[in-house]
């Protein structure tokens, strides 16, 4: 799996998302009112915003939220301030670092992210210096612990599924960003247990750090993400189980 998807599990198993519930929600409707802005407020013609709107209720974000957010891009003056901006870096162990951002002020967020980066061993890099190294792919993740990931393997294929990774009990599907929504629901009424799905920036190749890096190169991914302006992270480091295990008693 790629180092993002593991650090993914890690946050999801220390429960961080319910600690910093409040910068979640933050977050979560900027997306929303983004989404909005560029599709229109209807879900059913909205791809973006209907992955917004149901990552954001499966954080128990309250509905009125949502509403609101999803009015705000639709229409209201306040959402034309907020803009998308991508940021390109590098973390420990010559690692990339792709950074979505959604900000009222680039400033603010490029200084803060200069801050955390440096602060952390990394650099913020030049527009085009390692996205070239990350492509758009659906990604759908499976609990495989109750089944068999061989056979989940070839009914994600059957179901449309470009590539299939398979680690300990976990399924990773990948599609393209539009046949993601199809093969989930075809993944679901086959009665599989979906543990998420996203479209999300996929690492073509990776790189593999020893432990030192690894801890370093996790801090930093954890402290980027933290920043009120990043809304999602992705890298091409590869952590060993050993320094993830190693990682997840220290902190």
Excluded: C
């Excluded at 470009?162 to 679901?188: A, H, I, N």
């Amino acid at each position: 799996m790629s180092g993002h998807s593991k650090w993914s599990q890690i946050k999801r198993q220390k429960g961080v998302a319910d600690a910093r519930r409040g910068q979640l929600f933050t977050k979560l409707a900027r997306e929303i009112t983004v989404a909005a802005r560029q599709g229109g407020a209807d879900v059913n013609t909205n791809f973006r915003l209907r992955l917004a709107v149901q990552k954001a209720r499966e954080s128990n974000m309250p509905a009125d939220n949502i509403e609101r957010a999803a009015k705000r891009g639709a229409g209201e003056s306040d959402a034309a301030v907020l803009e998308e901006v991508t940021y390109e870096g590098y973390g420990p162990g010559g690692t990339a670092i792709l950074i979505q951002a959604v900000t009222d002020n680039r400033n603010r967020t490029v200084a803060d992210l200069r801050r955390v980066l440096t602060r952390g061993a990394g650099s913020l890099g030049e527009a085009g210096s390692v996205a070239w190294n990350f492509e758009s792919r659906g990604v759908i993740t499976i609990d495989a612990s109750k089944a068999d990931s061989d056979e989940l393997a070839l009914q994600a294929i059957d179901a449309g599924a470009e590539d299939v990774k398979l680690e300990d009990d976990v399924v990773e599907v990948y599609t393209r960003p539009e046949d993601m929504e199809g093969v989930k629901r075809s993944l679901e009424d086959a009665g599989l247990a979906i543990s998420s799905a996203e479209v999300s920036m996929v690492p073509k190749t990776v790189v593999e750090l020893g432990e030192k890096d690894a801890h370093s190169a996790l801090r930093l991914l954890e402290r980027i993400e933290e920043l009120d302006d990043v809304q999602r992270v992705f890298s091409n480091a590869d952590f060993s189980e050993q320094a993830l295990e190693t990682y997840e008693a220290a902190s």
